[in-house]
T-cell receptor, first 113, second 113 residues
Framework: SQKIEQNSEALNIQEGKTATLTCNYT??????LQWYRQDPGRGPVFLLL?????KEKRKERLKVTFDTTLKQSLFHITASQPADSATYLC????????????FGKGTKLSVIP | DTGVSQDPRHKITKRGQNVTFRCDPI?????LYWYRQTLGQGPEFLTY????????KSRLLSDRFSAERPKGSFSTLEIQRTEQGDSAMYLC???????????FGDGTRLSIL
């Protein structure tokens, strides 16, 4: 069955450093992958979408990579700030004809001042 | 554009009662999704609409669950004869097309007494 693993349940990092979150998947080949941010009691907020033919995507301080050989996506936040503290979810999707996202459990990031 | 709106935000009910949740998607989005999220887990797919047609239902969606999207705009999710295990956050998302970002509402938190 399809499986998604996010590297750790919790990650603590010092303000100003780069946070790197990992998402590994097995038993399928997603055509694209989305990253979301979720704050307590709120719905997930879309951050970035990367397709299988894209190696890297950037948006302001965020960067996502997608390695279909390693079956892995990395999510980076540079110059991290306490306001970046949240749970980050990765969600691969199979692509054409498939619309449902399969989410990992998420990584709770805490940026320490 | 206004985001995805869900109502109510919180629902507390006794076991065995029926509950209904409403979702208003982003206006130009014809794809609508329902997910369920329990504590410490990522959202799990429940069902998907393209306009008014319900095209897919997860095995998680037992016979006690029914979803509608009568005019291809708002959607309702009804749970009949609620059980303790139904306690969760019910999230609605919408997208413009398949393979496009899904945008989530803030969910309805259901608590079964």
């Amino acid at each position: 069955s399809q499986k998604i693993e996010q590297n750790s349940e919790a990650l603590n990092i010092q303000e100003g450093k780069t946070a790197t979150l990992t998402c590994n998947y097995t038993n399928y080949s997603p055509a694209y992958l989305q990253w979301y941010r979720q704050d307590p009691g709120r719905g997930p907020v879309f951050l970035l979408l990367i397709r299988e033919n894209e190696k890297e995507k950037r948006k302001e301080r965020l960067k996502v990579t997608f390695d279909t050989t390693l079956k892995q996506s990395l999510f980076h936040i540079t110059a991290s700030q306490p306001a970046d503290s949240a749970t980050y979810l990765c969600a691969p999707a199979s692509g054409a004809g498939s619309y449902q996202l399969t989410f990992g459990k998420g990584t709770k990031l805490s940026v320490i001042p | 554009d206004t985001g995805v709106s869900q109502d109510p935000r919180h629902k507390i009910t006794k076991r065995g009662q029926n509950v209904t949740f409403r979702c208003d998607p982003i206006s130009e989005h014809n794809r609508l999704y329902w997910y369920r999220q329990t504590l410490g887990q990522g959202p799990e797919f429940l069902t998907y609409f393209q306009n008014e047609a319900q095209l897919e239902k997860s095995r998680l969606l037992s016979d006690r669950f029914s979803a509608e999207r009568p005019k291809g705009s708002f959607s309702t999710l009804e749970i009949q004869r609620t059980e303790q295990g139904d306690s969760a956050m019910y999230l609605c998302a919408s997208s413009r097309q398949e393979n496009q970002p899904q945008h989530f509402g803030d969910g309805t938190r259901l608590s079964i007494l």
